[in-house]
């Protein structure tokens, strides 16, 4: 199972109009704690869209700061798999993201609802 936080249908219908997908599959759906939790994460007061990476190649992510922090617990990018091509995993935005870095962009809200899946 995996841990973390869904994107509100609210906040993704507008975030969707205000960052189109660039590739063919929209993700935009969460941020990931753990994939192997089962338990609920805590409450996220303070999330934001903060950057953007994208390959070129399939991978477009949104890179998130929850309460002020990019930094996952386990040393990568909080982040939010935007849009992929046919051929991408979600999995492959870690990797974009480490090896590409991120671009700041004006900041924007980010409601979030703790959930496994």
């Given at each position: 199972?995996?841990?973390?936080?869904?994107i509100?249908?609210?906040?993704?219908?507008?975030?969707?109009?205000?960052?189109?997908?660039?590739?063919?599959r929209?993700?935009?759906d969460?941020?990931t704690?753990s994939?192997?939790?089962?338990?609920?994460?805590?409450?996220?007061?303070?999330?934001?869209?903060?950057?953007?990476?994208d390959?070129?190649?399939?991978?477009?992510?949104?890179?998130?700061?929850?309460?002020?922090?990019?930094?996952?617990?386990?040393?990568?990018?909080?982040?939010?798999?935007?849009?992929?091509?046919?051929?991408?995993?979600?999995?492959?935005?870690?990797?974009?993201?480490?090896?590409?870095?991120?671009?700041?962009?004006?900041q924007?809200?980010?409601?979030?609802?703790?959930?496994?899946?």
């Amino acid at each position: 199972m995996t841990t973390g936080w869904k994107i509100t249908r609210e906040c993704r219908d507008a975030l969707i109009v205000a960052f189109p997908p660039k590739y063919a599959r929209t993700i935009a759906d969460h941020v990931t704690l753990s994939i192997s939790g089962t338990t609920l994460p805590d409450t996220i007061a303070d999330a934001k869209i903060v950057g953007y990476a994208d390959d070129g190649a399939g991978v477009e992510a949104m890179v998130v700061a929850l309460e002020g922090s990019t930094a996952r617990p386990d040393g990568k990018v909080w982040h939010v798999t935007w849009s992929l091509a046919d051929d991408r995993s979600a999995r492959e935005s870690n990797d974009v993201i480490a090896q590409r870095g991120w671009t700041a962009i004006a900041q924007c809200g980010l409601h979030l609802e703790p959930a496994i899946w």
